[in-house]
């Protein structure tokens, strides 16, 4: 009797799941995040991106996405989940999913996968990027400029080339404003733990810090700083305005929104292609968030003259010359370092201390 | 650079107030335990307490309303578990997973509107000159009043659980609950009690994490809090002080490495990292050496389900 009700009612579904498809059937993106969509930081920007999608394209679209899934063999059930329920294309937002989205991307040709911060494509796997380094060394000028101890916090997550290349990125352009100016950077080995990230803001303003920089997602750092007061700190993937003036002096504002709209666009009328993109200041997927005004308007001056110049590309934050960590010379004089370097940076530059965990 | 930076007094405070949450949750995960009834809700209700005492912290502007409301709201979810588990007669160990998913997404509803948000500030106890004492100063005299709380509901477990008549009535019913039906004991209605209490520590310690030691609110900030506080009752062997000494060891590890990198001591932070993980195990391990379940002081009817009929 059960079995018989079941049986009719999968047909009934099954039926007006293919009336629906034979009539004009939305686009299906999926999105897979890896930290709740109200983290405040990366996660979020991703849904307000996805948010802007469905704004874009109306009924055109239908989206659906999972947060908080870990990185490693659940993104890859997550995704296949995704894939056979009819998506037509998938974001995966983080760079620990660029494994499984290879993998699943093999077993389902036909539909289409982009990948955030990874480097490995496929014909139907794209990866997007963004060039945070840009906005790190407006940070780091202001961070040089800003600090009294001279001892910058640095809260980093995975030893992975993005992660490495905001610290050197904001190591360089600090250095060049402060010589006197010195890293101290934490391992967190989390994207996303606000208490972890909290007591890792704390030792390091216990030590001395009196500038936080974060590459986690959370507020928590943010939070701590406010609670010592002295201490000033920067908007992660998002603009965190809700810490401003202080301790939040700027940020760093990842912007998916034209990107996923455009890329959408084209899976809609069949335009879609594999590619590797790496936009920046220039092209508008990094923004700076608003100076506020703890800091003083020469220093807010410089640091917008530093913005302009690198989204005219009349200054790269990686100019020679520049030694890795070792003393061997990386850049010289007046050479800029190439893509493809950058991509893969797994050392530190000159200066900073300390290892980059394995 | 090095250890000279990392001063001990900050140290040992930060690690205190690291170790709170955790502490707060497991003693209450101890009491259910010790009556007989394995709740995996922990990560539930506690991140249930952080939303909800944050709320009524912000709403009312009092700290201390906040931590009523989030030990209310972790009690009245743990008595959803409890109703499902001693009056319907579901499994425990299901639904307590389930009691963690929900409370997971249930705070994130409540959450919508609160992010962003900066919780009243929660004052340090004044305790007038001591608190200028060098080291004992901060570290004994400079906390707010729930890390005392904790410490004190520490004592106050242990001598319920070991001392006091009701305790031997709570232990006697987690370990033989027919036995202890036979003796006309009210094994399902003490049961609840310990749970809601059980669900009351846990949203404390959900609040405290939300009000003072991140302080906001955050989708999903126990991260995996919860399951800490479970593994240390079981490293505790189900007694109040190890506990204590648990929540300490772990708070105390993580703070610990995280200085010490700030401090950019050459050690490998892989292991920093993994090392309260690595205590955790060696510890259950060197106490079940000793000789099975017995010595390790689990309540024997721990996670059974228990019918008057039978």
Redesign the interface.
């Known amino acids: 009797m059960y079995r018989r009700v079941l049986l009719s009612a999968t047909a009934a579904l099954a039926l007006t799941g293919g009336f629906a498809a034979a009539q004009d059937e939305p686009t299906k993106v999926g999105f897979v995040f890896v ?6 930081g990366w996660t979020y920007e991703h849904n307000q991106a996805r948010l802007a999608v469905e704004e874009e394209y109306g009924d055109a679209v239908e989206t659906v996405f999972q947060e ?1 899934v870990p990185e490693g063999a659940d993104a890859e059930r997550v995704l296949t989940q995704m894939a056979l329920s009819g998506a037509d294309l998938i974001f995966t937002t983080s760079f620990g999913y660029m494994d499984p989205t290879i993998n699943v991307a093999q077993r389902f040709p036909d539909v289409k996968f982009e990948h955030a911060t990874g480097y490995k494509t496929a014909p139907n796997v794209s990866t997007y990027s963004a060039r945070f380094y840009e906005g790190r060394a407006v940070q780091g000028l202001i961070a040089g400029r800003m600090t009294e101890s001279n001892r910058i ?1 640095y809260i980093a997550s995975f030893p992975i080339p993005e992660v490495v290349r905001g610290i050197n990125a904001s190591y360089l352009a600090a250095k060049a404003v402060n010589p006197d100016v ?1 890293f ?7 994207w ?5 990230e ?3 803001a ?3 303003i ?4 009196d500038v936080i920089l974060q590459h986690t997602d ?3 750092p943010q ?2 700083a ?2 010592a007061g002295d201490v000033i700190t920067f908007g992660q993937a998002s603009d ?1 305005a ?2 401003a003036p202080m301790p939040r002096v700027s940020s760093i504002i990842d912007n998916w929104a034209p990107y996923y709209i455009e890329r959408v666009g084209d899976v809609m009328d069949g335009s879609w292609e594999s590619q590797q993109v790496w936009y920046g200041i220039d092209e508008g997927m990094v923004k700076i968030g608003e100076i506020s005004d703890a800091v003083p308007d020469d220093v807010r001056e410089e640091a917008m003259a530093l913005r302009d110049a690198i989204s005219a590309g009349e200054t790269h934050p990686f100019t020679g010359p520049i030694n890795r960590q070792d003393g061997t010379e990386w850049l010289a004089e007046g050479e800029t370092a190439d893509d493809e370097t950058l991509l893969g940076m797994d050392f530190y530059v000159e200066g900073l ?3 980059i ?2 | ?1 090095g250890l000279s ?3 001990p007094t ?2 040992v405070a ?1 690690l205190m107030i ?1 170790a709170t ?1 955790i502490l707060l949750a497991a003693l209450g995960e101890l009491v259910v335990e010790r009556a007989g009834v394995l709740n995996l809700g922990v990560e539930g209700m506690m991140i249930t307490g952080a939303i909800c005492g944050f709320a009524a912290a912000v709403g009312t502007g009092s700290p201390a309303l906040g931590f009523v409301a989030a030990a209310a709201s972790g009690a009245a979810l743990a008595l959803v578990f409890g109703f499902l588990t001693q009056i319907l007669l579901s499994n425990q160990v299901a639904t307590g997973l389930a009691l963690t998913l929900f409370g997971l997404g249930l705070s ?1 509803l409540l ?2 509107g609160y ?4 919780p009243p500030p929660t004052a340090r106890f004044d305790f007038g000159p001591l608190s200028d004492l060098p080291f004992v100063g901060r570290v004994v005299f400079g906390h707010d009043w729930i890390v005392y709380l904790s410490l004190a509901l520490t004592a106050l477990i242990w001598w319920f659980l070991t001392r006091s008549r009701a305790g031997l009535t709570l232990r006697a019913v987690g370990e033989n609950h027919e036995a202890a039906h036979a003796l006309g004991m009210k094994v399902v209605a003490i049961r609840l009690c310990a749970i809601a209490f059980g669900g009351a520590c846990a949203g404390l310690g959900g609040a405290y ?1 939300s009000l003072v ?4 609110w ?8 919860g399951w800490i506080a479970l593994a240390i009752v079981v490293f505790a062997s189900w007694r109040a002080w190890g506990v204590l000494v648990g929540a300490y060891l772990f708070g105390g590890v ?2 610990l490495q ?2 010490l ?4 001591v ?1 050690f ?3 292991y920093l ?1 993994m090392s309260p993980y690595l205590v955790t195990i060696a510890v259950l391990v060197l106490m079940s050496a000793r000789s099975g379940r017995r010595a390790l002081g689990a309540p024997a009817c721990l996670g059974k389900p228990f019918h008057a009929s039978q």
């Open positions: 930290g709740p969509i109200g983290d405040g908080s916090g010195q101290n950077v934490v391992w967190a080995f989390t996303f733990d606000p208490a972890k909290a007591d890792a704390q030792a390091l216990d030590q001395g810090a959370s507020t928590a939070a701590a406010a609670e965190m809700e810490y201390s300390g290892e965990p394995n | 650079m930076t990392i001063s900050l140290l930060s690291a949450p994130s959450g919508q992010s962003g948000i900066r994490l030691r991140v302080p906001q955050t989708e999903g900030m126990t991260a995996g809090a993580t703070v995280l200085n990198q700030a401090a950019g050459a490998p932070v892989e990292s």
